[in-house]
């Protein structure tokens, strides 16, 4: 039988290494200082700076082809037109839902 205890302890470490990486990252590509907030509630945000909060969500599959073709694409119009790459919007619209949408950007270091 397996044991839920672990696995939810593995998924906190894996999730709090996560947050751990996604500040370091946001402070390298940002003024801003970023940090982990490492309260477990939710209603603060898993990483922060003085002017922003930020949720990170970790996966270990393959991205969707649509978001990688849509990302390739972006960065090739935006050196094609020597603009800025403000990313992929992406709107979800199922019937009788509210439309959302949702901005993707390709954190680099």
């Known amino acids: 039988m397996t044991d839920r205890r672990k696995i939810g302890r593995n998924n906190r470490t894996r999730g709090a290494a996560a947050e751990r990486e996604a500040a370091r990252l946001l402070n390298v590509t940002h003024l801003d200082q ?46 094609a037109t020597g603009k800025d790459n403000f990313g992929v919007l992406v709107r979800y619209a199922r019937p009788g839902h509210k439309v959302r949408w949702l901005r993707i950007e390709e954190l680099t270091t």
């Open 34 to 79: 970023w940090y982990r907030n490492i309260d477990r509630g939710g209603k603060y945000g898993d990483i922060a700076c003085p002017s922003a909060v930020a949720e990170v969500k970790s996966v270990s599959r393959a991205m969707p082809a649509l978001f990688d073709g849509a990302l390739a694409q972006v960065a090739e119009a935006a050196e």
